[in-house]
């Protein structure tokens, strides 16, 4: 399996170029800002028309991650759902395949601030997950350790052969790793935005996506 390893809070972790991120000892696989239903979402508050595929493509590269990790527990961290109207206007077809998912496991999700709300779709619902040495919750708060979130949809550009790559990308210092988006039509906020850059420290590195995830200093 593809990733990179490093250690939180002497927990050691592997972010894969999916953008989940899998904790060996729990056999727990963390995925944050699915936003499944966000095409509907749009197109209900009269937006832009999007192919309505952006659900079924994130929950296919879920269920691929899922089969090659055989994840015991998922942690869905926070913004599954676009809101909680793209929650219930969820087709039985995928509402279906997310039981599919489920079955066997410890599914927990974090509440959002898309998806404030308990959601109709079996598993558990938790405003954060305290899992020693760790918690997951959907927004980093200043001065917190040992923390797994998400919210911002970070990524990163590097400069490689004279041209610029931008991938969404984990970040990562000895506190706290905010995890990049998981859907498939979720923007992103660059590394050095204020409000990434404030959170983490100046030592922290941006682990870019991809076939080969590979860390390089967070770019400010």
């Not at 959002?112 to 997951?136: I, M, R, S, Y």
Request: aromatic fraction near 6%.
């Amino acid at each position: 399996m593809k990733g990179h390893d490093f250690t939180l809070a002497g927990a050691r972790l592997t972010a894969l170029g999916s953008g989940a991120l899998w904790w060996s000892e729990h056999r727990l696989l963390c995925v944050s800002d699915l936003h499944l239903g966000k095409s509907e979402r749009i197109a209900r508050r009269g937006g832009a028309t999007l192919p309505p595929y952006d659900t079924r493509d994130t929950l296919n590269r879920l269920a691929v991650d899922l089969a090659r990790t055989e994840a015991r527990i998922v942690v869905c961290l926070g913004d599954s759902f676009d809101d909680l109207d793209a929650a219930e206007a969820l087709p039985e077809e995928e509402r279906l395949w997310i039981a599919r998912l489920q079955a066997g496991r410890r599914w927990v999700w974090i509440e959002g601030n898309h998806d404030p709300g308990p959601l109709d779709l079996g598993g558990t619902h938790l405003a954060e997950l305290p899992l020693a040495p760790l918690t997951f919750r959907h927004i980093a708060r200043p001065g917190a350790a040992g923390e797994i979130s998400g919210h911002y949809h970070p990524k990163a550009t590097i400069r490689a052969r004279g041209r610029a790559i931008t991938r969404p990308a984990f970040l990562v210092d000895r506190d706290r790793v905010i995890l990049p988006a998981y859907g498939t039509y979720t923007g992103g906020l660059h590394s050095h935005d204020a409000a990434l850059a404030e959170l983490m420290r100046p030592e922290a590195v941006a682990i870019l996506t991809g076939p080969r995830p590979q860390p390089v200093p967070m770019p400010r």
